[in-house]
């Protein structure tokens, strides 16, 4: 079904997935990034808004800031963040949010893209509120992740922090540009918005605000994408497609463009909505799985343990016939 974003659902959903990936990520990106902002601003208080368990935080802490404060939603389980509890504030990013102080940085990472297009002037506005200095990251048109639902070229939101009087400082990305030990999705997106001095701190700037990383590049295009196994099912068949990640979403896109299907059942384990071209899809928990009968089960799931445990399911707890069951991935590329 096709429709408007359940922001309920959705915020519990991205933001639980969000706070899970966040507790695994191993690299150094924190550090350098924070090391190389206050080589150059004195930084002794820092808010994140959309910390998730608050890795942001602590590293600020490790080095020598003096306060922090984490901004999530309800959905973060207090017990796994890596900040103490007191240094936490539940709240909806896209909401209205009004802290009691300024702070010397505020810092948003690749969370923007989250948060449906209608609450963005909102969310900038709460970022100006929070400090005079603002550390930025914001998925790019393409880049690609499970629940964006905003995805802007950096243009469009330094337009948005002008409009507030701030200026763009693109001093990071050049000094962080080839360093393997940073994300990539930070090498190409993290911006410095201050309100500090004029537009003469942006002289020796990249002249260019929009461009890719070659990283990005080869994740989203060169990768390709899995092409739906559409020479295992026929023209006109009940479907049910397992899994809506990101082999689950190409899949879908292609169904629907041309409408290969009479019936569609779209299941995935965790997820509850798809967001498809900025548009809200509804994604059913496998149970429904009770009620369908479907001509062919098929399993979008690129990992190969996790789509054989997704056949197991299929099997063993709903009583799929195997020859039902199809998981097939075939890449090919975009260009």
Not at 14 to 36: F, H, Q
Not at 135 to 156: C, I, K, M, R, T
Not at 220 to 235: Q, S, T
Not at 316 to 335: A, F, G, L
Request: aromatic share 12%.
């Amino acid at each position: 079904m096709k429709g408007e974003i359940d922001l309920n659902n959705y915020s519990k959903l991205w933001g639980g997935y969000n706070v899970y990936i966040s507790s695994r990520k191993m690299d150094c990106s924190e550090k350098i990034i924070l090391s190389l902002i206050m080589k150059s601003f004195k930084v002794e208080t820092m808010v994140d808004f959309g910390c998730a368990v608050g890795r942001w935080c602590r590293e600020g802490k490790n080095l020598g800031m003096a306060e922090v404060l984490g901004i999530d939603g309800y959905y973060v389980d207090s017990e796994a963040l890596v900040i103490d509890k007191n240094e936490f504030l539940a709240a909806d990013l896209g909401e209205c949010i009004e802290l009691n102080k300024k702070y010397d940085l505020a810092v948003s990472l690749e969370v923007a893209e989250h948060l449906p297009e209608e609450m963005s002037d909102t969310f900038v506005d709460n970022l100006a509120r929070a400090s005079n200095l603002i550390l930025f990251s914001a998925a790019v048109v393409g880049q690609g992740g499970d629940f964006h639902v905003n995805e802007q070229p950096l243009s469009y939101w330094k337009e948005k922090f002008r409009k507030r009087g701030y200026h763009m400082l693109d001093c990071l990305r050049p000094l962080i540009w080839n360093n393997n030990e940073v994300l990539p999705m930070y090498r190409q997106n993290c911006v410095i918005f201050s309100k500090y001095g004029t537009d003469d701190h942006t002289t020796n700037n990249n002249c260019i605000v929009d461009f890719i990383h070659p990283k990005i590049y080869e994740i989203v295009a060169l990768k390709g994408i899995m092409l739906f196994p559409f020479h295992k099912v026929f023209r006109g068949a009940k479907l049910v497609l397992y899994g809506a990640g990101t082999v689950g979403m190409q899949y879908y896109r292609q169904l629907e463009a041309i409408q290969y299907y009479s019936e569609l059942v779209w299941v995935d384990k965790v997820r509850r909505q798809a967001c498809i071209n900025n548009k809200a899809i509804n994604v059913q928990a496998p149970d429904i799985l009770e009620k369908v009968d479907a001509d062919y089960y098929i399993v979008a799931i690129e990992d190969e343990c996790m789509a054989k445990e997704a056949v197991e399911v299929l099997e063993c707890e709903y009583h799929v016939e195997s020859d039902k069951i199809i998981h097939c991935m075939t890449p090919i590329t975009r260009y």
